[in-house]
């Protein structure tokens, strides 16, 4: 082979034609690249295609028939396709596929491709790419997606031949969605699509360089359980790598057999259900208190399928500083990467857990299990003194949003599967939402993508009638903010039927920012009024979401009061051929609390304005210290303001 | 825990040697990595190995050794790469290549042919204001040379950074299981 010279080598282009692909290879079947680029997803049992198509796409849109085996929805933005089929691959297990043009319609992809590369999605995003001749050389909608793409992929193709394509869609399919799940870029050049090639199946895969380890070794297996037997105050702290290895049953049962409390983050919200009594719920930034304090207290701290996200552990050093640490992960470099552990577990969590959970069991046969009744007590007291609360009395009459959040779940069907957008709305979905199934909640963690939702949502719904007859109802709980950033796939949720529900709790602001501005920047509300529940005589409703619903001949319901939002529940649960949007008008100051400040100690944690249960050493177990629950004193709240930014600091 | 930028001043120096699949586009996937996590490379050298469809690099740093063990991880996440091993100095043989022209005239060419033969590298070009010096030799010994040309005045140099292998009879390639690498 000749080798690249370093130019080429930057190019992501061979010039020179290899010998190898042209000479092998003439028994299969001769069709184009096209043809066997969807040839391969049929065989690779890909039974839906999100996407738009374009100028340097297009043999591979025109061979799709209607008895193609794959359905295809038609998106109205790329990143509403990227988002779809996230949205269809948490939702149903399977990878997400995407089918995009080259240039406006890759770069579109650049957002849901790196959103899905920070949780762990499998997706697979076909985008075209100019002729090789013309690469390079700024042709018509030319990008060079690889290249815009390296840093947030788990791994990418430039196809060139078309001899190639059965092979690559295999390796990237496999790569999608083995070890740690992610993003796999296939680029395939005009070139390629129109190209002969001989067709066979199935294809041998070529990866020397990967080979994800996913089943543990035994010696760390018996250290793990050792130091379960030594302590006294441990906590699971299970992460969205948990749910995509499926691993609820192993959580729920290593749990039970140490007595363990579980604690989640975002994306693993719903792995055991919430009713299970060791279920203490999210932890962090705006976690519960009793998740958020076990954890800080622990002297056993599990991380399981967790990444010590920013978000969850506040500042690092202080972070469940008495703790040992054991760190399951099937991804090597995210042992240590944080946090050294003291025990690091390298596999597949579900692998892991079937393994540690049989060690635990030698282990108790011998010695008996250790009694936790001393940190239960506690876990139980804060639990009663500090539970998810909130006003649902609001000062200008509007709708509490977390009350609206609690209704939806209430009235809610026990499979619903639940999706949001990113912002306050989020994080009290999160908190009082009662999730009962695994893989019924999908959110946008690592990233925190406005404009997630509605695609996610779409994707979702178009799973659930896949794997589940449709039976698994879809709601939508939004942000004004967010739902505007992506609102034109309403059109595709009409037409491409997927009855979505859509909840837009309309606080008329960006109301997670304004939080911050409130807290941190001296009230001072800068651009963060949309004002779209506005009825101001210069500003009525813009846009107006019944309306816009409308427009794409879906239901549209404003809720101003309580019974009205009853009613527009119960009535969004009987429709089911249409989407249904409901504008729920709520009150703009609501805050989220428990809230811990960006950078702050978790220690600093604020259950409400004024009160920080941890600061105050409320970790007896006697239930007798009444007076946390008031305001220790008037410069509490300012302790929350203390935290993070030095923005705040020239505050006074 | 991890200290960015990984590289500090008083780091301890560590050559990485990797192997890649010989493909377009490897270079800057490993380049990328280096960037994103404020790795200061000291040099880096790319070139085929004894098996065409494999490449090695090698790079120097000055880095600390958590973030290095970072980097190596997340390096041998990348599909491309096969092997990555940091080279202990004391057992393995490195060498750089370097061609230094000095200012040297009539009066003093002597003294720097004088140095040329003690340090035993050569001399490519001469001219009657300059002397090109190549030479190769483990960065020691380069320092050394160049520190006593200094004086002369060195018009111009380039350095082809390191290149290192293990002593003894094995190559790091024994290592990658499976034939040769082809296609795509
Ligand atoms: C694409 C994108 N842009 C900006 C942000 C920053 N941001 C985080 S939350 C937020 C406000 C969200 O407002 P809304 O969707 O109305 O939800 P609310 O907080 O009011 O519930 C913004 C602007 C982001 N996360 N994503």
Not at chain 1, 132 to 145: N, P
Not at chain 1, 388 to 399: A, F, W
Request: hydrophobic fraction near 40%; glycine fraction near 8%.
């Amino acid at each position: 082979m000749v080798s690249p010279t370093p130019l080429q080598a930057f190019s992501g282009v061979q010039k020179a034609p290899t010998k190898t692909s042209k000479q092998t290879l003439v028994d299969g079947e001769k069709m184009t690249g096209a043809q066997a680029l969807i040839r391969a997803l049929e065989d690779l049992g890909v039974q839906d295609v999100f996407g738009i198509p374009g100028g340097a796409i297009l043999p591979v849109y025109h061979q799709i028939h209607d008895d193609t085996k794959f359905r295809f929805v038609l998106m109205r933005h790329e990143q509403g396709a990227g988002h779809a089929a996230e949205g269809y691959a948490v939702a149903t297990g399977r990878v997400g596929v995407c089918i995009v043009t080259s240039g406006p319609g890759a770069t579109n992809m650049v957002t849901p491709i790196a959103d899905a590369n920070m949780d762990s999605v499998p997706l697979v995003v076909i985008s075209g790419q100019v002729g090789i001749d013309s690469i390079g050389t700024d042709a018509f909608q030319e990008a060079d997606t690889v290249g815009i793409t390296y840093p947030v992929v788990k791994h990418s193709y430039l196809v060139t031949d078309a001899q190639d394509i059965p092979r690559v869609l295999a390796e990237a399919h496999y790569i999608a969605r083995s070890g740690r799940p992610g993003p796999v870029v296939v680029d395939v050049s005009k070139t390629a699509q129109v190209g002969e090639m001989y067709y066979s199946w199935p294809q041998k895969m070529i990866l020397p360089g990967y080979n994800p380890t996913t089943k543990p070794h035994g010696h760390v297996l018996r250290e793990a359980a050792k130091l379960f037997e030594q302590s006294y105050r441990p906590v699971l702290y299970v992460g969205g790598g948990a749910m995509r290895s499926n691993a609820g049953a192993q959580v729920k049962e290593l749990a039970d057999l140490t007595d363990s409390p579980i604690v989640t983050t975002l994306p693993a919200r719903g792995i055991v259900p919430d009713s299970d009594p060791k279920v203490l719920g999210m932890l962090g930034m705006h976690g519960t208190l009793a998740a958020t304090a076990a954890t800080q207290k622990c002297d056993l701290l599990v991380a399981i399928g967790a990444r010590f996200d920013d978000r969850v552990t506040g500042k690092m050093d202080a972070f469940a500083p008495a703790a040992r640490v054991i760190h399951i992960d099937i991804d090597p470099a995210e042992i240590g990467k944080r946090r050294q552990p003291d025990v690091p577990i390298v596999g597949d969590v579900a692998e892991v857990l079937d393994a540690l959970n049989a060690e635990i069991k030698r282990g108790q046969a011998i010695r008996g299990a250790t009694n936790l009744k001393p940190w239960w007590n506690l876990i139980n007291s804060w639990r009663e003194k500090y539970p998810m609360k909130y006003d649902e009395e609001t000062p200008d009459g509007t709708l509490s949003p977390q009350w609206v959040v609690e209704e939806l779940s209430r009235q809610a069907a026990p499979s619903t599967i639940w999706v949001s957008g990113v912002g306050q709305h989020q994080m009290w979905a999160s908190q009082l939402i009662d999730f009962e199934n695994p893989h019924s909640w999908i959110s946008s963690g690592g990233l925190g993508t406005m404009g997630f939702g509605l695609p996610a949502a779409i994707g979702a719904r178009v799973g659930s009638a896949r794997d589940f007859g449709g039976k698994k109802p879809v709601w939508l709980i939004d942000g004004d903010g967010s739902f505007q950033m992506t609102s034109e796939e309403l059109a595709a949720a009409f037409i491409d039927n997927a009855p979505v529900k859509i909840a837009i709790l309309n606080n008329s602001v960006y109301g997670m920012v304004r939080q911050w501005q409130t807290l941190f920047y001296d009230k001072h509300y800068s651009q963060t009024s949309i004002q779209d529940g506005e009825n101001t005589e210069d500003i009525v409703n813009v846009p107006d979401f019944v309306k816009l619903a409308e427009a794409y001949s879906c239901v549209g319901i404003r809720a101003t009061t309580q019974d009205e939002a009853k009613a527009a529940i119960k009535r969004a649960n009987e429709i089911n051929d249409r989407p249904v949007l409901i504008d729920f008008r709520v009150y703009k100051d609501a805050m989220v609390w428990p809230m811990v400040a960006a950078g702050q100690s978790n220690d600093t944690v604020t259950y409400k304005p004024g009160v920080q249960p941890l600061l105050h050493n409320d970790t007896t177990d006697s239930g007798s210290d009444s007076g946390a629950d008031e305001p220790q004193n008037d410069t509490d709240h300012a302790a929350v303001a203390d935290g993070a930014t030095a923005a705040e600091q020239s505050k006074e | 825990m991890a200290i960015y930028p990984a590289s500090t001043p008083h780091s301890e120096r560590h050559t990485l040697s990797v192997l890649v699949e010989n493909r377009p586009g490897v270079l800057a996937r490993i380049a990328g990595l280096f960037a994103r996590r404020a790795f200061n490379i000291n040099s880096l050298s790319v070139s085929p190995t004894e098996r065409p469809d494999i490449s090695r690099v090698t790079v120097t740093a000055d880095v600390e050794q958590v973030p290095l063990e970072q980097i190596i991880k997340q390096l041998n996440k990348l599909l491309h790469v096969l092997k990555i091993v940091d080279l202990d100095n004391t057992d393995a043989v490195e060498r750089e290549l370097v061609l230094i022209k000095v200012a040297a005239n009539e009066t003093n060419r002597s003294d720097v042919l004088e140095i040329v033969r003690l340090f035993r590298v050569r001399v490519v070009d001469v001219h009657p204001e300059s002397l090109t010096i190549e030479a190769t030799g483990a960065e020691g010994k380069i320092d050394a040379l160049l520190g006593l040309l200094h004086d002369y005045g060195i018009i111009e140099l380039v350095r082809s950074g390191a290149v290192a292998v293990t002593r003894g009879p094995h190559a790091l390639s024994e290592k990658v299981v499976g034939s040769e690498i082809r296609g795509r």
